[in-house]
């Protein structure tokens, strides 16, 4: 056997045959040696659906990463890359009402189609920049002479109203021109409900809105695209909220923060207050509190950290008061992913400053140690986004240096069982030249977190292969799934009548579920490369396998006993096996040895008598 069929099992770790405790029983008595293998993970970077490298070629522009790349790049260099992101302003595809540009996408697409990968879109509506082209008018300026309200801002770009009612019925019109294009298309991974705030982000920069604006924009993709996976942003709950600081009132902002690295064994004295960045007819641009000391901050407890680095929040119950321009209320400590929250409720009585910020300072020794930032977290909007099949996008991972690399893990396990988690780096250059990058371990981090299946190339993907190529090999092992037949069985000789019994044991080495799911298929092929049986054990689906830490995932034991076509002539055969559709066809890519160039991977031999 070794002789006829020697290349797979010499690719195969721990081949054991006829080995104590592993024989089988025939009908006169005698015992079948068993044929056991352990293939061994090479290492090789996956190419999967639903997972993977996404390589932003147009990133907010048609000049982005991919068009210094020339029109021959496909990404084919880059290991484990399955997906070219197209994310340009609706204005670049409809540059005049009901004319449209499909072949600034279609072309870009077709080369990595062609290539065996995937596109992604994301249409936004403001940029914020004059430097790039279409940067003033993200959204066409037809939409504003049709008469949508929207404004001006600073660097002359037109941000919409993004609840006016000419904006978004022109708006639904391009979306369905673009869903009745790209909806259903298997070429199509996802698309971002990106229509929100500056580069699509879900951040506005004019107004603050409520959780009705979100549902509004997530419902119209949802009709334009219904077959298609969407992403929300993770910025829709800290963005949109019911309640707004911006006007008289009481609303619910809590302060987030993240404790410095020498924080263990220290105590800090807490404070906030309301901040009007550039307001000069205030003293230090603050507003005034109902009860405040001088500074025109409000004390509001003490932070102790223990020195395994717990802290803990005491606060001060301040007695209500009348006057001043507003009055603050905090309640508990509590945790989401790496920051933590100090809940607060703040009664603005007189009508702000349009640009009014929270603020929150921890002191030590009458000096401010670290402060914090409002983080409204109010997730409604992202419940909803789940609630109706969409997956989760953070587009800001390491934009800041660590500990504030990224914020929004905590909401990724609400997605990661059920969809594939997006996550997004800074621009690589940006995020090197704030010392944000490190030696990319945030990144690596950040997908064991977030259980990513999709992370980014957020730069030219030659020099951040040429950079980081020992981190991108440490993050293909971990990123989305990754299968693995820990072990296999079966008795070294069967009769064709009595079928065929395989014992395996799967392992998901990945972070995230298999989510396309697929089914362990095993083959026996003949010595000139005849296929002469396909085994498929559809009572098997791999989606199921649990993920765990790296190295801990475990393993699933299942034995399937496999009729045999009945014309199965007697001989040696070599088996194969991949994982797929319920036929049997090879769909997920494995990483074993003997790939026979069709995702099926040997693992021995068997012979078959009469």
């Known amino acids: 056997m070794r002789r006829r069929f020697g290349v797979g099992l010499a690719l195969c770790a721990g081949v054991l045959c006829g080995w104590p405790g592993a024989a089988k029983s025939d009908e006169v008595g005698r015992t079948a040696p068993l044929v056991t293998v352990r293939p061994v993970d090479t290492g090789v970077a996956l190419e999967n659906p639903g997972m993977g490298w996404v390589f932003h070629h147009y990133d907010n522009s048609i000049a982005g990463y991919g068009a210094p790349l020339g029109p021959t790049y496909t990404g084919s260099e880059f290991p484990g890359l399955t997906v070219a992101y197209l994310r340009l302003a609706w204005s670049y595809l409809e540059p005049e009402e009901g004319r449209f540009r499909w072949s600034v996408v279609d072309t870009a697409a077709q080369r990595y189609i062609n290539a065996g990968k995937r596109v992604a879109f994301r249409f936004t509506c403001y940029e914020g920049d004059p430097n790039t082209p279409n940067g003033r008018y993200a959204t066409p300026e037809w939409v504003r002479k049709a008469g949508a309200k929207g404004t001006m801002l600073e660097k002359e770009c037109w941000e919409p109203d993004y609840d006016d009612p000419v904006f978004l019925a022109k708006l639904e019109r391009f979306l369905k021109a673009a869903g009745a294009r790209y909806d259903g298309n298997p070429n199509v991974a996802f698309v971002d409900v990106g229509t929100l705030g500056i580069w699509g982000e879900g951040h506005p920069i004019a107004r603050q809105y409520g959780v009705a604006t979100v549902k509004r924009h997530i419902d119209i993709h949802r009709r334009c695209f219904p077959r298609t996976l969407l992403a929300a942003q993770d910025d829709f709950s800290t963005w949109f909220a019911d309640g707004d600081l911006r006007k008289p009132g009481t609303t619910r902002a809590p302060m987030a923060f993240t404790l410095p690295d020498d924080a263990a064994g ?49 606060p001060i119950r301040a007695q209500e008061r009348t006057g001043g321009e507003y009055a603050v209320r905090v309640g508990g400590l509590s945790r989401a992913g790496r920051r933590r929250q100090i ?67 905590w909401l990724a396990k609400e997605f990661w069982p ?95 579920p298999c989510l396309p799911g697929g089914y362990p298929a095993y083959w026996l092929f003949g010595d000139k490369g ?55 066809t090879p769909r997920i890519a494995l990483p074993l040895p003997g790939d026979d160039g069709r995702r099926r991977y040997r693992l021995g031999a068997i012979t078959v008598t009469k």
């Not at 004295?269 to 309301?274: A, E, Q, R, T």
């Not at 009007?276 to 950290?305: E, F, I, K, N």
Request: aromatic share 10%; net charge negative; hydrophobic share 40%.
């Open 530 to 584: 005849q296929l002469l049986a396909t085994l498929v054990d559809d009572a098997t689906d791999v989606r199921a396998l649990p993920v765990g830490p790296p190295g801990q995932a475990k393993d699933v034991s299942r034995a399937r006993r496999f009729a045999l076509p009945p014309d199965l002539p007697a001989g040696v055969y070599e088996v194969r096996v991949s994982v797929g559709d319920r036929d049997g």
């Open 343 to 409: 809940d607060a409720t703040w009664d603005v009585r007189v009508t702000p400053p349009p640009a009014v910020t929270p603020f929150m300072h921890f002191d030590r020794d009458g000096k401010i140690a670290f402060s914090g930032w409002n983080m409204n977290c109010d997730t409604t909007s992202i419940q909803y986004a789940r609630s109706v099949g969409c997956t989760l996008r953070d587009d800001s991972i390491l934009v800041e240096p660590a500990p504030r690399a990224y914020f929004s893990d």
């Open 418 to 512: 059920s969809a594939p988690v997006i996550i997004e780096s800074g621009h690589y250059g940006y995020a090197k030249q704030i010392k944000a990058w490190g030696d990319g371990g945030e990144y690596l981090k950040a997908v064991e977190d977030y259980h990513a299946s999709y992370v980014s190339i957020h730069a030219d993907p030659h020099e951040f292969l040429a950079e980081n190529g020992d981190l991108i090999r440490r993050m293909n092992l971990r990123i989305g799934y990754r299968l693995s037949l820990a072990e296999a069985s079966w008795p070294e000789t069967v009769a064709s009548a009595d079928g065929l019994e395989v014992s395996a044991s799967w392992r998901n080495a990945g972070v995230a």
């Open 266 to 314: 220290k105590q800090y004295d807490v404070f906030v207050g309301l901040w009007s960045p550039g307001d000069t007819t205030r003293p230090d641009a603050r507003l005034a509190p109902a009860v405040g000391g001088p500074d025109r901050r409000v004390a509001v407890g003490r932070l102790t950290v223990a020195a395994d680095g717990t802290p803990t929040f005491v």
